[in-house]
């Protein structure tokens, strides 16, 4: 149990095009998910939270307008990136929260690389 | 705030012993442990939530100290497969479910035969 899908697995695009990553718990709902991007060699760091039927919460230093977050229903979220440039480059990994009550262990889809050229 | 992890990198042969530290400066409402293989995404490990909590799976475990600001965690008789980057997340100290984590900048162990 507590499996969750990314797709793509990888995507190569041009600067200035949108990329759209999707992040979907596969057996359980997921009232919560978390984006992290992580830099080779680094840890994650959290870029967003977000819960079903309502805005995310980005971290400090996150443009909203540029990674655009959407949870649509308690197993699928989305991530847009927006007008990519090559600084956006990165490995994208998406969460979801178990249904533990307190504490509740995240469990951590495959990734995205995505590379912007 | 970042937890600070130790060491940042170790290298073991098969069989041995290794820990790894996991500590902040305030109490911490959780920790929770991954191990990332290069190019993939964390595996969950284990979650510790209370003061004094120990527990483990098979040759790894983890304890969470009394004042809930340090956590190690102890990998036995270490295996090929353990080699990775160990990641603590932290919890923030509120009560009622700050679900977010702050990861430390992780530990490397590399197991050789």
């Known amino acids: 149990g507590a499996v969750v899908s990314q797709h793509p697995s990888w995507v190569i695009c041009k600067s200035g095009t949108s990329v759209k990553i999707e992040c979907r718990s596969l057996d359980f709902q997921a009232t919560t998910m978390f984006w992290y991007r992580q830099f080779p060699k680094q840890s994650l760091m959290l870029m967003a939270t977000?819960?079903?039927?309502?805005?995310?919460?980005?971290e400090q230093g996150v443009e909203k307008d540029k990674f655009l977050i959407n949870h649509a229903s308690l197993t699928l979220s989305t991530l847009t990136v927006t007008s990519a440039h090559p600084e956006d480059s990165s490995f994208y990994i998406c969460?979801?929260?178990?249904?533990?009550?307190?504490?509740?262990?995240?469990?951590f889809g495959p990734g995205t690389r995505l590379t912007v050229l | 705030q970042q937890p600070v992890q130790s060491p940042q990198a170790v290298i073991l042969r098969e069989g041995e012993d290794a820990v790894i530290n996991c500590s902040s400066s305030?109490?911490?409402?959780?920790v929770h442990w991954y191990r990332q293989k290069h190019g993939e995404a964390p595996v969950f490990l284990m979650i510790?939530?209370?003061?004094?909590e120990q527990k483990g799976h098979e040759k790894i475990s983890a304890s969470f100290n009394e004042k809930k600001q340090q956590s190690s965690l102890y990998l036995t008789a270490s295996q090929l497969s353990y080699s990775g980057t160990y990641f603590c997340?932290?919890?923030?100290?509120?009560?009622?479910?700050?679900?977010?984590?702050?990861f430390g900048k992780g530990t490397k162990l590399s197991v050789i035969p």
């Open positions: 305030k109490a911490l409402y959780s």
């Open positions: 977000s819960n079903e039927g309502s805005k995310a919460t980005y």
């Open positions: 969460s979801a929260r178990g249904v533990h009550r307190w504490g509740g262990e995240q469990f």
């Open positions: 997340g932290t919890g923030g100290s509120s009560g009622a479910g700050s679900y977010q984590l702050t």
């Open positions: 510790l939530l209370k003061g004094g």
